[in-house]
């Protein structure tokens, strides 16, 4: 039997989706200053027009890129605290889960490094905000609510706290030149930090 012929719709999606996945490589590989959008369209085999019909320029190109990359690491933040046993060990899990996928060197550079300056610090934090540290600030209160009223402290002030100290180690360990010994110093330290703030009294 012969394949059906793709719809329109799918051809569409297929050619976004050969754009995207082209212009992570390069701008992981060369940033974004270093990526023209020619590189993107030679590289995906495809029509400058192509790329115009799903993208308004370059920046909006790097913006649905930025949006997809931040959608992957809350699957994986998600995925790793749905097999925790309490509100802290999914934020622990959560967190070195966090690392993890912002560890791998196209997600630093274009999430981390480029982002913020590409699209503004206010757009990147409007994004951010919907996906990973709307994520954290979600565990931080169910951890907190396993806390007597004495121990309660402000959950949006942890979240900003705790979201600025972890993109910096993200930055600080790909720097490392041992990643393997200052991945497991940012762990013990992070994983302290947590016990301190949000173990249960027994």
């Known amino acids: 039997m012969q394949d059906r012929k793709q719809t329109k719709a799918e051809k569409h999606a297929a050619t976004r989706g050969a754009l995207l996945a082209t212009a992570r490589r390069l701008f992981a590989a060369t940033s974004y200053a270093g990526t023209g959008t020619e590189d993107v369209v030679r590289e995906a085999g495809v029509t400058r027009g192509a790329l115009y019909y799903h993208f308004a320029d370059k920046r909006a190109l790097f913006e649905a890129l930025v949006e997809s990359i931040a959608a992957e690491v809350l699957a994986a933040i998600e995925a790793a605290a749905a097999t925790a046993t309490s509100p802290l060990d999914a934020l622990t899990k959560g967190s070195a889960a966090f690392l993890d996928a912002c560890l791998q060197p196209d997600t630093r550079q274009i999430f981390l490094v480029d982002a913020p300056s590409v699209i503004g610090w206010q757009r990147w934090r409007e994004i951010d905000g919907r996906y990973g540290r709307g994520s954290l600030r979600q565990g931080i209160e169910a951890a907190l609510a396993e806390l007597p009223q004495d121990r309660q402290i402000s959950a949006e002030a942890l979240t900003f706290l705790l979201t600025g100290a972890m993109n910096e180690a993200v930055l600080w360990l790909a720097e490392a ?20 703030l949000f173990e249960p009294a027994r």
């Open 177 to 196: 030149e041992d990643e393997t010994a200052a991945r497991k110093a940012a762990d013990a330290a992070l994983n302290r930090i947590l016990t301190l």
